[in-house]
């Protein structure tokens, strides 16, 4: 059990660092990210994992180490699609500039990925999706039907972006494995005039419908990464400057990550798809250290004790004419082989349980140790590391008794062997309570995190999109009034998702200190719960003389709600 623990860590922990690894030439593909900064400091210095749709264009014109450009703009709203009576609204949608897929180069089942959305009206899916609208796996030359959908705003603009458009299927691709951070199961050409890229060319000067790209580069082979970088500096430098995308004041820098490091790097505000953690993935390798350990323990502890009772037999063979070098090859060779057993049930249990795990993970992690060298080796190590452990004492310590006093049994056995198990015992004990400790405090935080903290039951909040702009205000309040409606109460994004302003203030005469801003209405704070420690939480309406009454000396006015 201990080692079917070990592993499922492991082929984890692997998983995590393995992301975006699987296409060949990965190690020269980067994601360019932005930071951004402002002169007077009202403003701390974010990092994004975006960057302006402007920017591709210019890259690839000014930089000759730069061989490819591609973007990535994921849909706001889930696209509707239909095909026959299969209609959906496809939250795995995602507009792709043609080149991104000689970015990474995917496995193509059906049509060439390196033309595929070359057409405004092209769509590539995955196998899951053509079955999903199709029915089959190749459905090359069939038309979907996709309505962008998105918004009311974006209608004013053209009407294209809230109508259905036909969309033909020019290749097909296998599922992406789950350690990957392009997320989808759809990919819509970014020529087509609907595109979230078609807006933006639309709309480039108006701050409502600005929108932001996922920008990864292909550098050439060989071209040194820190000069490129130092090169990318001084052009955004110059090009925040110059550029009337950026309000004034604003410094912005451009950085490179590989993809391969992408997943554990520090997430800048919204990231395409969830990042990874490093220092979670070093806890999870100590637990299985810890496990490991403890139950090797627990083995060694056994085998020393059973090993005691063999004096006998060992002084028998040694009269016999057995050599210690026999003895020792024997002994060793009953540890590894019990071990090596261990290992064998080890797997097995691993393959029960490994799809459970990747259903609670949403992973697709793949336990293939035949076929695997890595790992195949790692067990192979394991079974004869822990295997001439558990068997030294027998090996080394009994194989040199003398057999006359043995058989004579004047052998006074010293107590090194018993403390060396109490010792064993006392420290196995002493991780299997901390283990558990561990294990029931994270368990509790998880449901504080799950249920408690929320305060509300979250399955009876509905979320309405733009309900709360100022024009709206009167139908939040018609909303308040509805049966069955307990509250009403209105935030913007930033609010609500953690992903607001960063934005520096100071007590008068103190040091700056960082804080996220996010605007609520009235009501919001208390429709989660929460309580003032101090003073009150904003009014429906401003204090307002009523009526206009006097005291003392009849010239001070008393204020009322």
């Known amino acids: 059990m201990g080692f079917a623990a070990a592993i499922l860590i492991a082929l984890y922990v692997r998983d995590e660092y393995s992301y975006d690894r699987f296409f060949p030439g990965y190690r020269d593909v980067y994601l360019l990210s932005e930071t951004k900064d402002v002169s007077d400091r009202r403003l701390l210095t974010e990092r994004w994992d975006f960057s302006i749709p ?6 690839i014109l000014r930089f000759p180490q730069i061989a490819i450009v591609a973007r990535i703009m994921p849909a706001d709203n889930p696209p509707h699609i239909r095909h026959g009576q299969v209609e959906a609204d496809e939250t795995g949608f995602l507009w792709l500039d043609p080149s991104f897929f000689q970015i990474m180069p995917l496995k193509s089942l059906a049509g060439d990925l390196q033309t595929a959305l070359d057409t405004p009206d092209s769509v590539v899916l995955t196998r899951t999706a053509a079955r ?42 296998e599922d992406l494995p789950s350690n990957s951070y392009l997320k989808g199961e759809v990919f819509g050409s970014s020529l087509a005039a609907y595109s979230k890229f078609a807006l933006y060319d639309l709309t480039a000067d108006q701050g409502p419908f600005r929108q932001d790209a996922y920008t990864f580069i292909r550098l050439r082979p060989g071209t040194p990464v820190q000069q490129m970088q130092q090169e990318l500096s001084v052009f955004a430098t110059h090009n925040s400057e110059t550029s009337t995308v950026y309000p004034p004041g604003f410094t912005v820098g451009l950085h490179l990550t590989p993809i391969g490091d992408l997943h554990l790097s520090p997430p800048g505000v919204r990231p395409m798809s969830p990042r990874g953690d490093s220092t979670l993935l070093a806890a999870l390798v100590a637990i299985a250290a810890l496990i490991i350990t403890s139950a090797s323990f627990n083995f060694v502890a056994l085998m020393t ?35 090596a057993l261990a290992i064998v049930l080890a797997v097995a249990l691993t393959g029960v349980l490994l ?13 293939n140790y035949l076929g695997d060298p890595a790992l195949l080796g790692a067990l192979l190590v394991a079974t004869i590391g822990l295997g001439s452990m558990a068997g030294a004492y027998p090996a080394f310590v009994l194989s040199a008794f003398r057999p006359a006093a043995v058989l004579k049994g004047t052998l006074v056995q010293g107590a090194t062997g018993g403390i060396v198990r109490r010792a064993l015992v006392a420290l196995q004990f002493a991780m299997l309570i901390g283990l558990g400790i561990t294990a029931a405090t994270i368990w509790r935080q998880t449901l504080f995190s799950l249920n408690s903290q929320l305060r509300v039951g979250g399955s009876s909040i509905l979320l309405i999109d733009d309900a709360c702009a100022p024009s ?16 009403a109460a209105c935030a913007n994004e930033a609010a609500l998702f953690n992903g607001g302003m960063i934005v520096s203030a100071e007590v008068q005469g103190g040091a700056e200190s960082a804080m996220v801003s996010g605007a609520v209405d009235y009501g919001a704070l208390e429709f989660y719960g929460l309580r003032a420690l101090a003073g009150r939480f904003f009014r429906s309406q401003l204090w307002r003389r009523w009526p206009p009454r006097r005291r003392g000396n009849g010239r001070e006015p008393i204020y009322r709600r």
């Open 54 to 59: 402007d920017l591709a264009a210019k890259l």
């Open 305 to 339: 004790a059973r090993a005691a009772q063999r004096a006998t037999e060992t002084g028998v063979r040694k009269a016999a004419g057995a050599l210690r070098s026999q003895l020792i090859i024997q002994f060793l060779g009953e540890a590894v082989i019990y071990v």
């Open 355 to 367: 799809p459970q795990v990747n259903s609670v993970l949403k992973q697709k992690i793949a336990f």
């Open 132 to 173: 999903k609208y199709f029915g089959r796996d190749k459905p090359l030359g069939e038309l979907l039907e996709v309505n962008p959908a998105m918004g009311s705003d974006a209608a004013k603009v053209s009407t294209a972006f809230n109508t259905p458009h036909p969309m033909r299927v020019t290749a097909i691709i």
């Open 472 to 487: 709206g205000r009167a139908f939040r309040e018609r909303l308040a009034t509805v049966p069955g409606v307990a509250r």
